[in-house]
T-cell receptor
Framework: EAGVVQSPRYKIIEKKQPVAFWCNPI?????LYWYLQNLGQGPELLIR????????DSQLPKDRFSAERLKGVDSTLKIQPAELGDSAVYLC???????????FGSGTRLTVV | KNEVEQSPQNLTAQEGEFITINCSYS?????LHWLQQHPGGGIVSLFM?????KKHGRLIATINIQEKHSSLHITASHPRDSAVYIC????????????WGAGTKLIIKP
């Protein structure tokens, strides 16, 4: 069975440009998470979905970040416009309700130049 | 307060040595994860534990619920085991958010 699939694996963009990341969770996993990981630090939760509903987006910088999970399966995370400080690894994870089977994707490494 | 502490922060060993990484947490948990992250790589889930012991190849993970402590062991360590190992805990009252330890950077020298 495929794990959590993220794309692209790497992305380099100029500042002020938009960028989007895509995540396909494990089949049947109701809960989907987006994390941001700065170099040398632990991941920080940006948003958590239960099915298609964003139940915790308190850490998402809503002025430039947006996310959606249409139909409660795949999810996209968008940054518009990107800033130099957004350079980081963006991780997606999924789990069953209650946290069982928590699985991470390989992440998207974003470099803003 | 939900806290996770890992030790050591850095560990360098010779190939073949037995490796132990420790994780302590503050309150009751639903599950504890051991994760591996290679430089520039994604995070790989090694184990998810709620009790007892699990083994996969040369990796062994144990958890003691009463002592609020878990250990990750690597037997016959190899340079390819070099990575950051992370303990992440799903606390019972955490609203399903994983709380991450600071990680242990492991280097195995040939």
């Amino acid at each position: 069975e495929a794990g959590v699939v993220q794309s692209p694996r790497y992305k380099i963009i100029e500042k002020k440009q938009p960028v989007a990341f895509w995540c396909n969770p494990i089949s049947g996993h109701n809960t989907l998470y987006w994390y941001l990981q700065n170099l040398g630090q632990g991941p920080e939760l940006l948003i958590r979905y239960e099915n298609e509903e964003a139940v915790d987006d308190s850490q998402l910088p809503k002025d430039r970040f947006s996310a959606e999970r249409l139909k409660g399966v795949d999810s996209t995370l968008k940054i518009q416009p990107a800033e130099l400080g957004d350079s980081a690894v963006y991780l997606c994870a999924s789990s069953l309700v209650g946290g069982a089977g928590y699985t991470f994707g390989s992440g998207t490494r974003l470099t803003v130049v | 307060k939900n806290e996770v502490e890992q030790s050591p922060q850095n560990l360098t060993a010779q190939e073949g040595e037995f490796i132990t990484i420790n994780c302590s947490y503050s309150v009751g948990i639903s599950a504890l994860h051991w994760l591996q992250q290679h430089p520039g790589g994604g995070i790989v889930s090694l184990f998810m534990l709620s009790s007892g012991k699990k083994k996969h190849g040369r990796l062994i993970a144990t958890i003691n619920i009463q002592e609020k402590h878990s250990s990750l062991h690597i037997t016959a360590s190899h340079p390819r085991d070099s990575a950051v190992y992370i303990c992440a805990v799903l606390f019972a009252d955490s609203n399903y958010q994983l709380i991450w330890g600071a990680g242990t950077k492991l280097i195995i020298k040939p």
